[in-house]
């Protein structure tokens, strides 16, 4: 499955639009984790075990992404978009969502 966050893909035609895809990932960040992130955020150091968790929540929605485009006959998704969210009221969570279009492509 080819995915691309551009709207065209040089030197491939589009032959059929299907329609909009997402996948979402929400995960829980372990409190050590964050008090850790916390003391290297002080120090200016980077959180390793956030980003991590980043990478892991991205490829997740991918996945889940291209499981549903696959399940509507794409071979590619177009316009891919990823966001990033903290959600609850400590911000405790990790949502990372994906969207796109999934098209038949020669």
Do not use: C, H, P, W
Not at 30 to 55: M, Q, T
Not at 78 to 86: K, R
């Amino acid at each position: 499955m080819l995915i691309s966050t551009t709207s065209i893909l040089e030197g491939r035609r589009v032959k059929q639009y299907i329609g909009l895809v997402s996948g979402e990932a929400i995960l829980g960040a372990n409190i050590f984790r964050d008090v850790f992130a916390n003391i290297r955020d002080i120090v200016g150091g980077r959180s390793a075990a956030y980003e991590k968790e980043l990478r892991n929540a991205k490829e997740i929605a991918l996945d889940e992404m291209k499981q549903q485009a696959a399940s509507m006959g794409a071979n590619a998704i177009i316009g891919v978009d990823l966001d990033y969210e903290t959600i609850g009221q400590s911000g405790g969570m990790l949502m990372v969502s994906a969207s796109g279009t999934a098209v038949v492509i020669e």
